[in-house]
C-alpha cells in the first residue's frame, strides 16, 4: 500500500467494511472489531510484500469470511438467547448524524431483515446479504465467499426460500418525504404513549401489529412476541406509565434506517431503543432492546431496568 494514499483509500471503505460485518453479525462490536481485523491483516500482507491488485476486494472478502467465522463460533450462544433476539441497534440522532459508517449502515440493513437472516447458515447469510443488500453480482459474490458462481446461485436461491414466509427485503433508503412522515408519525406515537392515549395508539398500529423485546434475560422485557393491536396498546401505556414514575425519557432517533427513540434515565444514560416498522401511515412492527449488553456502543448504560443477577 503506497504510504498514506493507500491507507487512506483503505479507511475510505470503512463504512462499506463496517456495514459488512454488521449484516453478518447483528452486533456493532463485533463488527467493528472484524473491521480492525481486517485491516491489520492488510498491514501484515503490505508488510509481507504480498501485492494486492483491488483493495476493495481484498478487505470485502476478508471482512465476510472473519464474519462467517465469527458466526461459526457464536451458533451456539444464539440458540440459547434468552426470549426474542433481536440485532444492537444502529443509532443515528434525528437532529444530528453518527459515525460515518453507521449513517451509511443504517440506510443499508433493517432490523426486520437482519432477525431474517438468522434462519440462515453462515454462507447462506453471506451470499443472500451480498446480493440482497448490497447488489454484487454472482461473479463478486462466488470470489469473495471461495464458492463457485454456480453455487452462489444455489445458496442465494435456497436462502430466499427459506425466509420467503416472512420475507421482505433490505431496508433501503427512505425518500424525504417519507422520513418526514415516519418523523411525524413516531412523534405521534411516542406522545400517545406518554399521555396514556388508547384511541390514539390503535389508530396508529396495524391490525397485524408485532411487539418485540430484547432483554437477553438481563434486563426487563417481554419473553415472547405480543400480536393484537389492543395489548399491544395496553402494553405501552402500561409501560410509559411506569417510565414516567423512573423520570425516563425519549428522544427521537433513526435506528437501522427507521424511526425511532432512545430511552434515557434521568441521569442521561441509555434504559433502552426502540425502533418503529412503519409502512402505509401505520405502525406495523415495533422492536424494543433493553439488554445491556446491546446498547454500551450508544453511551453509558443505566440500571433501571436491570434485572438482579441470580
Known amino acids: 500500500m503506497p504510504g498514506s494514499a493507500g491507507a487512506a483509500d483503505a479507511a475510505g471503505y ?5 456495514s459488512i460485518a454488521y449484516g453478518m453479525t447483528g452486533s456493532v462490536g463485533d463488527a467493528e472489531d472484524i473491521v480492525q481485523d481486517a485491516f491489520l491483516g ?4 503490505h508488510q509481507a510484500g504480498t501485492a494486492i491488485a483491488d483493495l476493495k476486494a481484498y478487505l470485502a472478502t476478508t471482512v465476510t469470511r472473519l464474519g462467517i467465522n465469527h458466526l461459526r463460533s457464536a451458533r451456539v450462544r444464539r440458540e440459547t438467547y434468552v426470549g426474542d433476539w433481536l440485532p ?16 451509511e449502515l443504517a440506510d443499508s440493513l433493517s432490523m426486520a431483515f437482519l432477525v431474517l437472516l438468522e434462519a440462515l447458515s453462515p454462507v447462506e447469510r453471506a451470499v443472500f446479504m451480498l446480493r440482497e443488500a448490497f447488489g454484487y453480482g454472482y461473479p463478486d459474490v462466488a470470489r469473495i465467499t471461495g464458492k463457485s458462481e454456480a453455487n452462489c446461485r444455489q445458496i442465494f436461491a435456497r436462502a430466499r426460500k427459506r425466509i420467503a414466509p416472512g420475507g421482505q427485503p433490505a431496508g433501503t433508503v427512505p425518500p424525504p418525504a417519507r422520513r418526514a412522515e415516519g418523523e411525524e408519525l413516531a412523534r405521534r406515537f411516542f406522545e400517545a404513549c406518554g399521555g396514556g392515549d388508547m384511541d390514539a395508539l390503535l389508530n396508529m398500529l396495524a391490525p397485524d401489529v408485532v411487539f418485540h423485546g430484547d432483554g437477553g434475560g438481563k434486563a426487563r422485557a417481554i419473553r415472547m412476541a405480543l400480536t393484537d393491536p389492543r395489548r399491544v396498546a395496553q402494553l405501552l401505556v402500561g409501560g410509559f406509565r411506569r417510565v414516567r414514575m423512573l ?4 428522544r427521537p432517533a433513526w435506528v437501522n434506517g427507521r424511526p425511532g427513540a432512545v ?14 416498522d412503519t409502512a402505509d401511515g401505520v405502525i406495523r412492527a415495533i422492536r424494543s432492546v433493553s439488554n445491556p449488553d446491546k446498547l454500551g456502543h450508544i453511551g453509558p448504560v443505566s440500571d433501571v431496568a436491570r434485572l438482579p443477577e441470580k
Open 14 to 18: 470503512r463504512p462499506l467494511l463496517f
Open 247 to 250: 423520570g425516563i425519557s425519549s
Open 42 to 45: 492488510l498491514t501484515r500482507a
Open 88 to 103: 444492537e441497534p444502529v443509532v443515528v440522532s434525528a437532529d444530528r448524524p453518527g459515525p460515518a459508517e453507521h449513517a
Open 263 to 276: 430511552m434515557h434515565d434521568a441521569e442521561g444514560r441509555v434504559v433502552s431503543v426502540v425502533e418503529l
